[in-house]
């Protein structure tokens, strides 16, 4: 089994995990000089209902990535507002623990190539072939290339190329493989229903900040600073995360300690944040421009199906951002280890998995699907840790807090150690 993943986000490195543990050969590739995309600048786990969508995937047998991320958290168990029991990882060092995991696998990692063409042949991709020339040959694909940017996206739709983590001017933007393979994809809408939506954080240099702040943060992992009425600016509307799109969030700084200060606000302007006691030195670290914009995100979904299955191309299959409106990197992982066992999967010839709707993973990958298929659902987000989707598992009584309960309930639907075997 020859398994191809192009794009090193947590989608991709999380389908390369269980493509490898599944005894497939496989080769990620990632167009950038880094694995983990924008979970480069992320950070926060296990908030609300991730915690049971993680625990749901421990229990399943696929929990290897977030046992390696909950031994690189800097804080664990920490409430900030409309969030309780998160987690945060190092930004640091959870990127090179999962490169290190995934090269000792026997991953095979290609950085610095940018897949741009796909050769399809009775509806099924035959190979793939990056900007320098190389040609990979697989027997299956996966597309987890994200869906932020390329520059032109971030200009058009939002406020300018922000310089965030991706790097575009760099390693050249990304292309969707789904796309070279001339399907037609969707794109999601913010609420007013203009084009794509915006990154909902910003990251300042810690040690730019007051000494207070950073011993706040170093300690309990969150500050939060009250604005004066005159320096709230409310971004709430363009955010991708809606799960942040909380009138707390515009009404005070919210900083979580990743390393950097992980400022959740899409953007705020440098010049009033100098005018704030304990910000007067401060700098941006991701975004460059936070002072203007963030990246722009949720173009170029792939239509797919609840096994994960690219529609149109039997040989591909895609995860994380890819897979719909699914924003985090807990959406990203769980679908990525999907995505990478059906593949392995569907080269046996064995009949793919559709996770049961009585999980929240489950339900959440059908739930997504569904709402795709409606303009308003286009217009929203979901994620286990927020707005629509943890207000749908709650109805549907998926948000679990005890693990002993959720493995009672893998169990009963048959897929304890499911993705062990
Ligand atoms: C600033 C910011 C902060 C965030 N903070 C959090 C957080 O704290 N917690 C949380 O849960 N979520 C957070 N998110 C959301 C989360 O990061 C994403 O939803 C999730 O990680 C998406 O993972 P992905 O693998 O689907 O896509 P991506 O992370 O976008 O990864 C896609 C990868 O594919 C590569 N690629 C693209 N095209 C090609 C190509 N043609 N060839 C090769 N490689 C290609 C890209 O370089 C990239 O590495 C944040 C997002 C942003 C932007």
Redesign the pocket.
Known sequence: MNIII???????CSAAYMARKQGANVIL????DL?????L?????RNNG?YTATEEMIAMGGGDIFKIIDENCRHTNINFPGHAHASLYDIAKTPVAITNYLKKIGVEIKLQ????RAQVEDGAIKSIQ?SSGEVYAGDAFID?????GPMNNCSKYGNGCAM???RCPS?GG????TGVCGITEKTGKKADDSIGAM????KLYKESLAPEIIETLNTTGVAVIPLPEEFVENHLSVK??QQYALKEFAENIILLD?GHA?LMTPYYSIEKLHKIPGFENARYE?PYAGGKG??M?YFDMSPRTNALQVKGIKNLFC????AGL???????IVT?VLAGFNCTRFLRKEPLLELSRKTAIGEAIAYVNEEMEKQEGLGKKYTF?GSVLFEHMKKLGLYENDVNKIEEKIKQEGLFNIFAS
Do not use: P, Q, Y
């Open positions: 192009t794009g090193g986000g947590w989608a991709g590739i990632e167009r950038t694995l983990l995309g924008t979970g600048v992320g950070g926060i786990m991730r190539e940018r897949v741009v990056t987890t290339t994200g869906t932020a965030c983590v991706l390693f990304r292309v969707s493989l990154s909902g954080s910003c991708a995360c990743t992980k991701d963030n990246s995100r995860a994380g951002e890819k699914l924003v985090g990197h807990t959406e990203a990525g840790s």
